[in-house]
């Protein structure tokens, strides 16, 4: 098992749209696992393969108390649909950050296990939120690009100033 380093905004390779997996394998497999143990142990509830410098369509979210119900989710693909809800998000790539995002409620995804197989499922709440928030990392997109660029601004000087 190994920990992945965990990159922080505003670097320039957390920007980085993300292409498809190809390959089902032992490695992805791995990869996968070690990017769970990275999530947990952050401690966070999501990370996307983007934020550790991987750019394949992978991410891994697990909402629950327990840490105990982690979804593995291959070139996850989404169907947001229903009412629009406010909530507050942070970021394991944007550190000690808190604030505001709008999302949809609900969310069809549509994506591949570790093997390959096709999995669908409807999230709602938390969870849907999550995988909003992780997908964008995919399509390189950070929950402070729904923030004003003041705002935005703001933060980027904090963690520039922090990681000096
Ligand atoms: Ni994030």
């Known amino acids: ?80 649909y229903g009412n629009k809800i406010k909530g507050e998000e942070g970021c394991l790539s944007v550190p000690e950050i808190y604030d505001s995002v709008e999302r949809f409620e609900h969310v069809n995804v549509k994506a591949q296990d570790v093997a390959g197989n096709p999995v669908e499922f409807t999230a709602d709440g938390m969870l849907s939120v999550c995988i909003q928030h992780e997908c964008d990392h995919l399509e390189g997109k950070l929950f402070v690009d729904y923030l004003s660029s003041l705002k935005r601004g703001r933060i980027t000087k904090k963690l520039r100033e922090r990681a000096r």
């Open 1 to 80: 098992m190994t920990l992945l380093k965990i990159l922080h905004h505003p670097d320039p390779r957390l920007r980085t749209k993300a292409t498809p997996v190809q390959t089902f394998d032992a490695a992805l497999e791995v990869f996968a696992q070690d990017m769970l143990q990275t999530m947990y142990a952050a401690p966070g509830i999501g990370l996307a393969a983007t934020q550790v410098n991987v750019h394949k369509r992978i991410i891994v979210v697990d909402v629950s108390e327990e840490k105990n119900r982690p979804h593995t989710l291959i070139n996850p693909v989404l169907e947001p």
